[in-house]
């Protein structure tokens, strides 16, 4: 059973971001505030769960939690301000449209840029030991499963209904095939042994 909270009494934010590593698409991140006698001993780090799973707690989530959103970060901001940068944004933009403003955030990974007037902590694998930030990956991640189920059906060929962005072979022959398209983000390795210059669809 993951941990309720960090800090007794304060009103907490769980936070975690969903395709970091991906070669395309945008880096999606929730953040939720539980009740503190929230229980479900089903909910896990969200690369724990099968996807009916994930889908199921979503469900629960979005009922029982006392605030939830996700914030979204595209590729050409994430080629802007670089990967790392465009996760803490896309957390910043989830944390600013709860309606419940926190005491405090938890955050999912070693580092963080601080949220305007509100105290962080961050932890390291987080997603398994808070029950907020478990929840904050299963929105971020089955949210971003379904963007990218929507742009598999524009752009078939890099098998995004499997891979969902992620450098696996079949994404990467049909890069190597058909080339970039708008989604794909232009400063990421895109092809092994270097960023292929292509031009983009």
């Known amino acids: 059973m993951l941990l309720p909270y960090l800090n007794t009494g304060k009103i907490e934010a769980g936070c975690d971001e969903a395709g970091r590593g991906c070669l395309a698409g945008a880096v999606y991140a929730a953040s ?6 929230f229980l479900c001993e089903e909910l896990n780090d969200s690369k724990q769960l099968s996807e009916k799973q994930r ?26 301000i670089n990967i790392l940068n465009a996760s803490f944004l896309a957390m910043h933009r989830a944390v600013e449209q709860l309606t419940i403003k926190p005491e405090h955030l938890l955050i999912d990974g070693n580092r963080f840029n601080p949220y305007p007037d509100i105290p962080h902590t961050c932890i390291v694998k987080g997603d398994g030991k808070y029950l907020s930030i478990a929840a904050a990956s299963v929105l971020a991640k089955t949210y971003r499963d379904d963007y990218m189920m929507e742009l598999h059906k524009e752009y078939n060929y890099y098998a995004w209904d499997k891979n969902k962005g992620y450098p696996t072979s079949k994404h990467r022959e049909g890069i ?25 669809l």
């Open 32 to 37: 939720v505030i539980l009740p503190p006698d």
């Open 176 to 200: 190597e095939k058909f080339g970039p398209c708008p989604y794909h983000r232009k400063t990421f390795t895109l092809l092994p042994g270097g960023n292929i210059q292509l031009s983009f």
């Open 55 to 80: 889908y199921n707690l979503r469900g629960i989530i979005e009922k029982e939690a006392l605030s939830w959103a996700v914030g979204i970060v595209f590729p050409d901001e994430i080629d802007k």
